[in-house]
């Protein structure tokens, strides 16, 4: 069985998390698919080679080409089930904070969820996630599973920082750790390409504009 301390588990007890929309320096995406279509070269760290066992804090990481640095103000004590592992802290309420990008990466994306005292998944009601290119935005990924897959590409400068932190207890009154997996790290394309989603909103809009456009030229 994991140990895992409670410490701190009750100090953001109560408080808000107030979810902020990006602004158009980032684009946000909810599919892997779209998110790799947006950028030109991706890799992936998938933590599968870290011990189920504390481990020290900070910790020089790769995804592919790319390297980075993950930070806790406690060690690590990443979860998982079977030979799939994630990143998680020892205690419940600090922030796992990624950073030290390599130069080019402008995309950060993977799974953010929350696990429980014993390193498994657990369902929470909000995890929140912080990320700068010179400026900080938020959002806040609501129930979140093993599955749900997150990712931002910056437009106009690199990614210098990614946090992670989960709102504890959750709704049903249990401690729950940040934990993060299969993160996949990416430098831009050509250009930032939206979710299909987005696609059909701007279609949508020219359409509207073109019809109030006809319904002008026959008055």
């Known amino acids: ?4 301390t409670l410490a701190g588990a009750l100090a953001v007890a109560g408080c808000c998390v107030v979810p902020f929309t990006a602004q158009a320096q980032f684009t946000t995406y909810t599919t892997l698919a779209s998110y790799l279509a947006a950028l030109g070269s991706t890799g992936t760290d998938t933590y599968d080679d870290l011990p189920i066992a504390s481990t020290g804090s900070p910790l020089s990481r790769t995804a592919g080409a790319f390297t ?3 930070t806790a103000p406690v060690n690590f004590f990443p979860g998982g089930a079977g030979t799939d592992h994630w990143l998680a802290t020892n205690i419940s309420a600090p922030v796992i904070i990624l950073d030290q990008f390599s130069p080019t990466v402008r995309g950060v994306g993977g799974n953010f969820f929350a696990s429980d005292i014993n390193g498994a998944f657990v369902a929470t009601s909000q995890v929140t996630l912080f990320y700068d290119n010179g400026a900080t935005f938020f959002t806040t990924l609501t129930n979140p ?3 749900n897959f997150f990712g931002v590409i910056s437009a106009f400068a690199a990614i210098t920082s990614f ?8 709704s049903a009154g249990a401690a729950v ?8 790290l ?5 250009s930032v390409v939206p979710e299909p989603e987005s696609f059909a909103l701007v279609a949508a809009g020219l359409l509207a504009i073109g019809a109030i ?6 008055s």
């Open 186 to 190: 990416g430098a831009a394309g050509n």
């Open 163 to 170: 946090g992670v932190q989960t709102v504890t207890p959750n």
């Open 177 to 184: 750790w940040p934990s993060i997996n299969n993160l996949v």
């Open 68 to 70: 980075y640095r993950a």
């Open 1 to 4: 069985m994991r140990i895992r």
């Open 145 to 147: 599973t093993l599955s």
């Open 213 to 218: 456009a006809r319904r002008r030229q026959r």
